[in-house]
Every structure is written in structure tokens, then in C-alpha cells.
């Protein structure tokens, strides 16, 4: 089943969820939506992969499922499980009263985890299925995934096979500590998140601070732009220059100035050597970020 | 309703040509695509053809080359077009560009040849093994380096393991296992008789060879890049890197059984031949490229290198400090070592020394099985 989304009208609602996404973006989960397949997006840490879900998900109203990946996680925690404890019960309480033997395999003793519960909207586009950094589980649970997303289905050995009605929109994010198996990537729309440019970084410091100077949000992207052209252990993404303008604001900044230059920066680098290397090349950068943002 | 099928085929043509594996059931999903949301604008049929067909962002360049030759440029009206007429018309698209001859693979005649020729040299090879042993590799001629290169494959495949979180059923495992005590107790009419359970399994830790691959160290590092070789054809986990001035990723080549591909990729390490060799800046691009991300991650890391750093010997020793703290283990192979007054004079190496956990002198077949047991944290 496939419906029609338009594109652009996806990206007016993101906005108005919150969430600024680029031409890319929009366009990879439009697709996904439209044709009812995963998306994977990747880039580096803190560019704004897992607010994408969030944001999609309040778009369509729909509840979002998270499921955050780890090595050795495995189908009891990521698809179901049985109340053992619950199955014991029965089965001695049935023996206690002299009952028939209850179904030990009823939907009273089976625990939904967040796979199989994304098999159960209740609408088309009722959930969002978040599959976080799927690059720190392991090989066998990226083999179970694609008969997943191939099928939409999970069978369970004792029950049988459970199918979704309304398939959920899947959303996978990584940030390439491994190479995914390309089986895995082919089921997939493929969208790289990148940096933002100035004026888009600048657009999501305001939609998150409604009450920063427009000034201020300027000279964070311009500056934050500068830091990223430098050679840094960890280039600052959206999520650190957001926390970097907020305590700018906490600290009573209308601009930033060398002043509150240096005593800030814990909140957008997070490496010594980086905050030495912004510390040592401070006065060019707030240069950069006021001369432009003047201009 | 158009059918976008042709139009995708033939652009998946067109990636192949550049290198680009996209597959069939990406094509397929494109051609989905170009039905149910068809784009008006180039714009959007570029975005809609990349989040369908691009594998990777590494591929990113090829990706632009690929459409921009197929469709016409970004800004150009002419490309859609062009798409509606080959869907109009149901033909497969304009030639695309012819790949690239690939080598027949050896025929059997040859193979036949080859072995017909290394027959009667085995038992040269089996007398002369206790003699090469000893041999430092760049003394040995072209036949003792073959022979050398197949004793290599005999040196034992080094790998450490660690703990999984992966569980598997057990006999004498740790945790019980309610599920399989459950099944278990269906077949003796509820009755819980055998009791379950399951033991972590275990998983091989990552292994990273870095290799020099300047002139001066190319004899031992082929003798190491052979030892990788056998290693990552033997284990999963293992990856190669070479550098001289700049670090290449011997990645995709390392299993293959052709020596032309990897060799034209350790080649490419040497940028700038005979420059010397940019030890620090290597291990940083390392660092930043793959380290940190994670592959190298309570895992054991193999330098082969003289130590001699063309630049900072400064920056050596801070990106081995921080390669320390990514790692388990560091051990570094010099075939300077050998000589009995050997000191670490060259500054890099100086730096680099109070990171290590193994020194050793690897120039040999011998001092070779050594670098396998300190990878796995034996000393000799």
C-alpha cells in the first residue's frame, strides 16, 4: 500500500512540530511514509537523528516506540517475552482447583516489547518505531531485523506469526561505530545527516529558544560554524550549540564576546584539548561570529 | 500512471558504471518512488533518487558524477524531461558509459602451471623452513620471500576473547533459563524436572593492523600484511590499515585472494614516496576516522613501524596517548629491534614507548609467532 505524501507540506508540519528538517530529510521520510518502508539515517553524534522520530511522530499524532540497541540484545527484549512467572501461577493455581489448564500461550502471558507492539496500530500511521544506533547491537540481531521489515511480521514459535495491519513508519538511526550489512541498508531509504548550514542552525536555535536575542542566535551558529571549520576531536553538532546558546542566555549574554567566550565552552566541546584549541584561537572566532552577524 | 521502472534501471546502469552497487531492490523501491511521489522539479528528483539509491555517504562523489551524467545537472529543467519522455516512450534509457574491463580470472591452465611449478619445490621449502626462520625478512631473495610468505600462513591465528552478552543454553550455565525450563516441563505433563540454563557466550576482540609502509620498512610490512591477511580470512574483527604520508584502509581487500588490488592500495598510502613517513599524522586520522567511532574498542592494536616521524614527534605521543585510552592493547613491532644496542633513538619512537604494552622486533618468522602470542597478551 502506498499513499501519496507531499513533500513540502511534510516539512511545514515538521517545522511546526519543532523540528527544521533540510531538502534531504524531508524528502527520505516523506518516502518512507509514502511507501511504507524504514528510513536510515546516520551522521555523527548530536545532529539531530533520534528529534527526526520524535518530530514525525507528533506530526501524524502517533505514539513513538523506542528501541534503544546495545550488544547482545535479543528477541526477549526487543520483541516479546513470556510472563514466566504469571505461566507457574496458572498452571498451579488450575492444578490447585482442579481446572482445565489454561492456554499458557494467551495474550495474557505474552509481554510486548517495542517490535511486536509497532505490529499493533490501530490506524495507518499510528506508530513510529525508533530504532536507535543500531550500529551498537550486533550482527544477529541486524539478521533478525530484516526478516522485520521485509515482512512486517514476527513469528512466534508458540503462537505462530503476527502480522501488522497497518504497517508502523520505521525510523533507524546510526552513527557508523560499524558498517551496517548492506541486506539491512537495501531495505532502507538512506539519508546522511550533515551539519547545518548557518542559517538553518540558526532557524533551529530559535525554534527550540523562542526567547533568544535573534543577535545571539546568530553569533552561536557563526561561531559554532568557525569551531567546526577547525581541527576538533568532536566537532560540535545541533544538540551541543542548542546547550552552548542556552547557557549563553543563562549567563546573561546579548552577544557573545570574549568574555563569556572562554567560561562557556564546556557546554559545546567536550574535550580539553578541543576547548584549548578554541580558547587559543578565541578572538578570531568571535571575530567570525560578530563581524558576519553585523553584516 | 507512469511506469518509472525503465528510468530506474537505467540509472542504476549508470551508478554501476561508477562503481556504485545500488541492487536490484533498491532499484526497485526507486522506480516505487518515481511512481507514487513523482517528482516536478530536478531538485526533488535528485533527492528522491539519492535517499532511494545511495548506499552510503562514502559514496557520496560517485553518486554526484552518476547523476549529473545520467540526468543532467542539479539546476537543469532538461532532466526531467528527459524522465518523462523515457517513461513516455518504454525504452531503456541512453547508452550508458562503458565499465571498466574487468581481468579474466585466471584460467586453470594457469593454476595448473602454477602448481606444476611449486610441486617439486615443496620439500626445498619444508628442508629450508628451520633455516628462514631466523632469516630477517629483507635478506631473504624472491623464492625464500614466497616461501617465506606461504610459512607465514602456518603462524597461528592470534585472537582474544571477551565475555558476551549473548546467552546461550548451557549445561552448567550461571542463570537460569525460565523459558527452556518451561518448554522442557511441557513434555513431562508440567512437572518441572530438568532444570535449564544458559552461559554468556564469548565474542573475538577487534584486531588492527597499522602498518608503515615506506621503503625502508616494505619487506617487513609485507610479511605482516600477509600475516593479516591469513588472520582476517581465518577470524571476523580484523582490519588492516597502511601509511607512510597518509593512511589507507586495506579494508575491502585484505580477504580478497588477488594481490593487485591490495597492493595498489598500500601504494596509495605512499603519497609522496620517499617523503618519510608521517607517523603522528596517520595515527590521528586513525583516531578520528575510525577509533573513536568505536572499531578498535577494547581491542588489540599492531603498529609496524622504524619510529622515524618526519614531523612533531609531539603530536606522536599525544595521539598514542589517546589511542591507549581507546584500546586494550597496543603492541608495536620494530624491525630495528633486533640489534643488540639497539636504544630508541628515533624521537617518534621515543614517544611513543610509554604507551606500549608489547616491543617487539618482528623481523623474522620466528620473532613473528612472537607478535602473534603478544597480541593475545602472552610474552615470550
Known sequence: MSHPVAIDDLRQRLMQAGYVADDGLATALGCAVGLERAVLLEGDAGVGKTDAARALAAVYGASLLRLQCYEGLDLAAAAYDWNYGKQLLAIRAAEASHDRMPDLYADDFLIRRPLLAALGAERARGIVLLIDEIDRADDEFEAFLLEFLADFAISIPERGTIAAIHRPIVILTSNRTRDLHDALKRRCFYHWIGHPTVEREIEILRLHLPELSPALASDVARAAAALRARELRKPPGIAESIDWAQTLGLLGADRLDAAVFGPSLGSILKYPEDIDTARAAAGSIVAAARDEGAA | ?380
Do not use: C
Not at chain 2, 602498518?211 to 610479511?223: E, I, Q, T
Not at chain 2, 586513525?286 to 603530536?315: H, K, P
Open chain 2, 1 to 380: 500512471m507512469i511506469d518509472a521502472a525503465p528510468a530506474a534501471a537505467g540509472f542504476d546502469r549508470a551508478l554501476r558504471a561508477r562503481g556504485i552497487a545500488a541492487g536490484t531492490r533498491r532499484t526497485l523501491t526507486f522506480a516505487e518512488v518515481l511512481r507514487v511521489l513523482p517528482p516536478t522539479t530536478t531538485r526533488e528528483l535528485y533527492w528522491r533518487a539519492r535517499v532511494a539509491m545511495l548506499p552510503s555517504i562514502d559514496d557520496l562523489d560517485a553518486f554526484h558524477a552518476a547523476f549529473v551524467e545520467f540526468w543532467g545537472a542539479l539546476d537543469d529543467a532538461g532532466a526531467l524531461h528527459r524522465l518523462v519522455r523515457m517513461v513516455g516512450e518504454q525504452r531503456p534509457p541512453r547508452d550508458a558509459p562503458k565499465r571498466e574491463a574487468i581481468p579474466p580470472p585466471p584460467s586453470d591452465r594457469a593454476a595448473d602451471e602454477r602448481s606444476a611449478e611449486s610441486a617439486p619445490t615443496r620439500w626445498i621449502v619444508a628442508s629450508r623452513e628451520e633455516s628462514l626462520r631466523d632469516r630477517p625478512f629483507e635478506e631473504l631473495d624472491d623464492s625464500e620471500r614466497a616461501a617465506m610468505l606461504r610459512l607465514i600462513d602456518r603462524i597461528r591465528i592470534a585472537g582474544e576473547v571477551r565475555a558476551s552478552r549473548r546467552r546461550r543454553v548451557h549445561a552448567h550455565g550461571d542463570r537460569f533459563d525460565f523459558r527452556g525450563t518451561l518448554r522442557g516441563a511441557a513434555r513431562t505433563a508440567g512437572e518441572l524436572l530438568v532444570r535449564r540454563a544458559t552461559r554468556r557466550r564469548t565474542r573475538l576482540r577487534p584486531l588492527i593492523f597499522l602498518l608503515d609502509v615506506s621503503g625502508s620498512m616494505a619487506p617487513f610490512a609485507r610479511a605482516l600484511v600477509q600475516y593479516a591477511r591469513v588472520t582476517a580470512i581465518a577470524r571476523p574483527r580484523v582490519r588492516a590499515f597502511a601509511f607512510a604520508t597518509r593512511l589507507t584502509d586495506l579494508g575491502p581487500w585484505l580477504k580478497r585472494a588477488s594481490d593487485e588490488h591490495l597492493m595498489a592500495a598500500i601504494g596509495a598510502a605512499v603519497h609522496d614516496y620517499g617523503g618519510g613517513t608521517r607517523i603522528g599524522a596517520a595515527l590521528r586520522s586513525f583516531n578520528e576516522r575510525y577509533a573513536q567511532r568505536g572499531i578498535a574498542r577494547g581491542g588489540t592494536v599492531v603498529v609496524l613501524s622504524d619510529g622515524w616521524e618526519r614531523d612533531d614527534a609531539g603530536l606522536l605521543g599525544r595521539e598514542m596517548a589517546r589511542l591507549r585510552k581507546l584500546t586494550r592493547r597496543i603492541v608495536w613491532v620494530n624491525p630495528h629491534k633486533r640489534h643488540a644496542a639497539y636504544e630508541p633513538l628515533a624521537r617518534g619512537m621515543a614517544a611513543a614507548l610509554p604507551y606500549l604494552d608489547a616491543f617487539l622486533s618482528g623481523h623474522s618468522l620466528r620473532t613473528l609467532e612472537a607478535v602473534a602470542d603478544a597480541i593475545e597478551g602472552r610474552t615470550a
